[in-house]
């Protein structure tokens, strides 16, 4: 959500005559996250995301944008997009495709505790069986495939210690997709990018409320358990160590399988899964730290962090999943 593309009143109230959404009334950058342009777009009907893809070419944009009106047509807090008076969904912004959606109410918790956790996991539960019959289909862009890719282009960057814990780590993942230990996994549309900052709450600490889940231009049809994974990783963790902290990962466990139980083969696939969702991201944050995209507000995240968690992941044992 970074500013790579600056978008005046001008361009704004130009793009809003193609809506319904009445006049502008206000207009400001994101400046958090890396991937697309983003500004609060407020007018005189209501408060609205506007996003200008920086990456993703218009031929990929339905499967995201269909996904969050599917979801948000079947009561799933996500933002819903807004339709232009064509009929369309998808606009062009200096050349650029863009969408405009509903500004989700609330603000995301820097340290979640156990309510939040299971407000969360009831939420993505509910979002993988609702989208069980999205008709769309579009493989998670930075999968396995993409690590393959990505990995040779950071080695140079790397200490001989990295290098090492990186291909261990994605030779792991490899084999075991050669070997068909993913071909029995539950999957389907997934938001691939769970992460705190994702989530927004309203209400109060010991009672919060949903306010809903956002930034789904990472999502993809992968394992729902590899989804819960990259949640797990993020929300359920002593953020100075990357260690699991076992009553958050209960609670966020439970509150999904109260929804969607885990299969016996997802339990069994559980800590690869783990470990697969932290080595995503380090390669996913050192190539975005040693190969940016210029933008004007741009903050990149710290590899170190995943580093952190994707040795913990590798050496240490995974919290069992309890029995439901």
């Known amino acids: 959500m970074a500013v790579f593309t600056p978008v005046n009143d001008a361009d704004a109230s130009e793009l809003l005559k193609a809506y319904r959404l009445g006049e502008l009334t206000g207009l400001e950058g994101i400046s958090a996250g890396i991937e697309n342009t983003n500004y609060f777009l407020d007018t005189e009907q209501g408060r609205y995301v506007l996003t200008i893809f920086e990456v993703l070419g218009i031929e990929q944009l339905p499967f995201y944008v269909e996904l969050m009106h599917h979801l948000a047509s079947r009561d799933v807090p996500v933002p819903m997009p807004q339709t232009r008076g064509d009929g369309q969904r998808i606009s062009v912004l200096h050349g650029k495709p863009a ?13 979640p505790n156990a309510n939040h ?57 490899i084999q075991a997709r050669d070997n068909g230990l993913f071909d029995q996994l539950p999957s389907g549309p997934a938001h691939c990018d769970y992460f705190r900052d994702n989530v927004l709450f309203t209400g109060t600490s010991q009672a919060p409320s949903m306010g809903g889940v956002i930034d789904f231009y990472f999502a993809g049809c992968d394992h729902w358990i590899f989804d819960l994974a990259v949640a797990v990783n993020d929300w359920c ?70 580093e952190r968690i994707l040795t913990l992941r590798m050496t240490q044992a995974a919290p069992p999943i309890a029995e439901f």
């Open 99 to 111: 969408i405009i959606v509903s500004r989700l109410p609330g603000q995301w918790i820097k340290q």
């Open 237 to 306: 963790i002593d953020r100075a160590t990357g260690e699991l902290l076992p009553d958050l990962v209960n609670s966020w466990m439970n509150a999904y399988q109260n929804v969607r139980p885990l299969t016996e083969q997802e339990k069994l696939q559980w800590p690869l899964m783990l470990r697969a969702a932290a080595l995503r991201f380090w390669i996913s944050r050192l190539f975005d730290y040693h190969r940016p995209r210029p933008a004007e507000q741009l903050i990149p995240h710290d590899p170190t962090h995943f």
């Open 117 to 173: 956790c299971a407000l969360a996991a009831r939420t993505m539960a509910q979002a993988h069986l609702a989208a069980r019959d999205f008709e769309i289909r579009q493989t998670n862009l930075r999968g396995l495939d993409w690590w393959q890719a990505t990995a040779p282009t950071l080695t140079e960057f790397l200490t001989a210690k990295q290098h090492e814990l990186l291909w261990q780590a994605l030779d792991e993942q």
